[in-house]
C-alpha cells in the first residue's frame, strides 16, 4: 500500500509541474503574441494613417507604406524589438517539448506553431518596415528571422516525433490523478 501512495503522490507532483508548466506557457504567449501584434504589427497603420493625414508617405517606388522618406514615418519604429517574441517562441519551442500541450482549454501545440509560423512570415516585413535605404547600414532585426525559424523548426519535429510516437508516453498523453477501481479481495 505504500508504494501505491507513493505512486499517487508522485503523479500528483507530476499534475501540479505540468500543471505550473502549461500556466507559463499561456503567459509567455500569450504576452509574446500580443506583444508581436501591437508593437511589430500595430505601427504599421498608425504610420500609414499619419502619413495621410500630414501628406508625408512614400510613393511605390520608395516602398509603399513601409517604406522611408524624410518625415514619414512620424515616429520612430524600433523593429529590434522583434527578438523579443522570436526569443520567446524558441524559449516556448524548447520549453513545451515534455508537454503534450492537449488540454481543451490551454495552448495547444498546433496553434503554437501556427502562430510562430505566423510570426516567421511577418518579421522580414517588419524588420525592413521603415527602414531607411539611403543610411547605408543593415536591418539589424532580420536576424530575428533565423531565431523564428528555429523555434518552428523544433516545433514541427517534435510534433513529428509525437505522432510518430517516437517520445516517451508521459510527453503524448496526459496525467490523470483518478485512482484506478480499488482491488477488492475476496473471501474466497
Known amino acids: ?35 508581436f501584434v501591437v508593437v511589430g504589427l500595430g505601427p ?16 511605390q517606388e520608395q516602398g509603399g507604406i513601409i517604406g522611408h522618406v524624410p518625415g514619414y514615418p ?3 519604429y524600433f523593429a529590434w524589438l522583434i527578438f523579443l517574441p522570436a526569443a520567446a517562441a524558441l524559449f516556448l519551442s524548447v520549453y513545451t517539448i515534455p508537454l503534450p500541450l492537449k488540454r481543451v482549454f490551454a495552448i495547444r501545440r498546433s496553434l503554437l506553431t501556427l502562430v510562430v509560423l505566423f510570426e516567421l512570415g511577418w518579421s522580414p516585413v517588419l524588420a525592413a518596415a521603415f527602414f531607411d535605404k539611403s543610411a547605408d547600414t543593415y536591418p539589424v532585426a532580420v536576424w530575428a528571422v533565423p531565431v523564428f525559424a528555429v523555434a518552428f523548426l523544433l516545433l514541427l519535429l517534435r510534433a513529428l516525433l509525437g505522432a510518430l510516437r517516437v517520445l516517451p508516453e508521459a510527453w ?17
Open 1 to 35: 500500500m505504500a508504494g501505491r501512495v507513493e505512486l499517487v503522490e508522485t503523479k500528483k507532483v507530476r499534475v501540479a509541474r505540468r500543471t505550473r508548466a502549461e500556466r507559463v506557457t499561456r503567459i509567455v504567449f500569450t504576452a509574446s503574441t500580443i506583444f
Open 44 to 59: 504599421i497603420p498608425v504610420a500609414g494613417i499619419l502619413g495621410l493625414v500630414s501628406g508625408v508617405y512614400p510613393t
Open 74 to 76: 512620424a515616429f520612430p
Open 172 to 188: 503524448r498523453t496526459e496525467i490523470t490523478t483518478t485512482p484506478r477501481a480499488k482491488v477488492v479481495e475476496s473471501d474466497v
